[in-house]
């Protein structure tokens, strides 16, 4: 098999997987209060990849047959908490942030509307960069302008009135943007792994404080949020972020950020079959603009010219992939 079409195989399934994610973050809200929900996923989600970086280090000793890395403990020094340590805890903050708006989002509006919304990050990251001093092409304005146009249709009613479900999410797109932004800066000098394992820890063990000081969950809500709980945390957050990390090696970043637009098309499909979820036809309008805004964003102007590259970030909302 062609080693680019296996990477853009492996980066489908994981917009597949956090795309489908949507549903099962939606049917916690049933069982379990919103900041309880992450702190367990996102803790899952720590542990799992801690398995993984671990048998990632036996293979790798065992395919080497090397010894220790004679500089491994000078590179565990101070350089380690500032290139790893510190933006793990500085994403893991932001990720608790952006992960409670939007389950508390997902409590008052359906897995595919989230899906389009959070996915507005992807126009929101060249916006930013007008505040860093670089330009924006025709092309990224109609992006924007073709989003928000959506946007409207999607979340504002007829009566002119937005949900506070969706306002909700809409803070949570700004919030990944931010991750993303701060990824970037930190991710080609990092470990990615170990960051993102380092982000699902601070991002769980700050959801389960809050968890514990103002909401009462139940055994019982845990138990019926189980299959959420573990699709979210080791499916879509360890799994899902493997995939991406292994995928993006091998293809371009464009190539990469187009395969991960299709989470929030695949979030609507999984809201369709598994919970039956319709939208109206001003709402698939809405859709349709957004994901017309988000595919333009990336798309080069020629075949000469450089695209635009989205700064390293997963989905969906919890995971990072390194910079290629």
């Known amino acids: 098999m ?8 492996m980066l489908l399934t994981a917009a597949l997987i956090w795309g489908v994610a949507f549903v099962p973050q ?40 090397s010894k220790q890395d004679p500089h491994s403990k000078k590179s565990c020094a101070p350089s380690v908490m500032r290139t790893t340590v510190l933006p793990g805890c500085l994403c893991g903050l932001i990720l608790f942030v ?22 507005l990050y992807i126009v929101l990251v060249p916006l930013v960069g007008l505040f860093r001093g ?14 928000a146009l959506g946007l409207f249709f999607l979340c504002v009613t007829s009566e002119l009135v937005m949900g506070p479900g969706d306002l909700y999410l809409i803070l949570c797109a700004f919030c990944f943007t931010g991750h ?34 103002f909401e009462k969950p139940t055994l019982g809500g ?47 499909l999984a809201g369709w079959i598994l919970l039956k979820d319709t939208l109206s036809p001003r709402e698939l ?12 964003a990336q798309f080069p102007l020629s075949r000469d010219s450089s695209p635009h590259e989205l700064p390293a970030y997963v ?9 290629a």
Not at 199 to 210: I, R
Not at 244 to 263: F, H, I, K, N, Y
């Open 315 to 323: 989905h969906g909302s919890e995971e990072i992939r390194p910079k």
């Open 222 to 268: 845990v138990r019926q949020a189980i299959f959420p709980i573990l699709y979210t945390g080791s499916l879509s957050g360890a799994v899902g972020y493997t995939l991406q990390m292994l995928g993006q090696r091998d293809t371009s970043p464009t190539v990469a950020s187009l395969l991960m637009c299709l989470e929030s098309v695949f979030a609507v």
């Open 98 to 119: 952006a992960s409670s708006f939007q389950q508390l989002g997902l409590q008052d509006s359906t897995p595919g509307k989230a899906g389009f919304i959070t996915a």
């Open 26 to 65: 939606g049917m916690a809200m049933d069982s379990m209060p919103p900041f309880s929900f992450n702190g367990i996923r996102m803790l899952l989600a720590g542990l799992t990849l801690m398995v993984c970086i671990a048998l990632i280090r036996r293979r790798d000793k065992t395919i080497d047959g």
């Open 2 to 9: 062609n080693r680019t079409f296996r990477a853009n195989m």
């Open 180 to 213: 993303i932004l701060v990824i970037d800066h930190f991710a080609p000098g990092a470990d990615c792994m170990k960051m993102s394992c380092i982000q699902f820890f601070v991002a769980g063990t700050l959801a389960t404080l809050v968890a514990a000081l």
């Open 134 to 147: 670089k330009k924006i092409g025709p092309r990224v304005w109609l992006a924007v302008a073709l989003s």
């Open 285 to 296: 309008l809405g859709c349709a603009l957004m994901l017309a805004g988000i595919v333009l």
